[in-house]
Nanobody, 126 residues
């Protein structure tokens, strides 16, 4: 079993930065995948980025590429989503997720992730 607890987020002005943390408890393997997603009310959960727990592979959605950075601290069993140059359209609830099955071509699909954090609100004001 894996539990994910998110922290961070909040309210920021456009152009600002925020960092989300995702603390994992349980057994995370080096080839496990941590994904980040976001969701607005009434919309589908949208892929933001993903990384293997080893950090060897990182992928980002086109909408955030160059503005978001995914990292992790293996010693703390924690993943991070650093978001810079935030825009009002980045306002969403952000979720971290873990897929223990290893990297695949389906890394953008929310259905492949078995465990989810509780979500954190990010609001970007104009």
């Amino acid at each position: 079993q894996v539990q994910l607890v998110e922290s961070g987020g909040g309210l920021v002005q456009a152009g600002g930065s925020l960092r989300l943390s995702c603390a994992a408890s349980g057994r995370i393997f080096s080839n496990s995948v941590m994904g980040w997603f976001r969701q607005a009310p009434g919309k589908e959960r949208e892929f933001v980025g993903a990384t293997t727990w080893s950090g060897s592979i990182k992928k980002y959605a086109e909408s955030v590429k160059g503005r978001c950075t995914i990292s992790r601290d293996n010693a703390k069993n924690t993943g991070y989503l650093q978001m810079d140059s935030l825009k009002p359209e980045d306002t969403d609830v952000y979720y971290c997720a873990v897929d223990l099955g290893g990297w695949s071509t389906r890394f953008t699909l929310k259905d492949v992730y078995e465990y989810w954090g509780q979500g954190r609100q990010v609001t970007v004001s104009s």
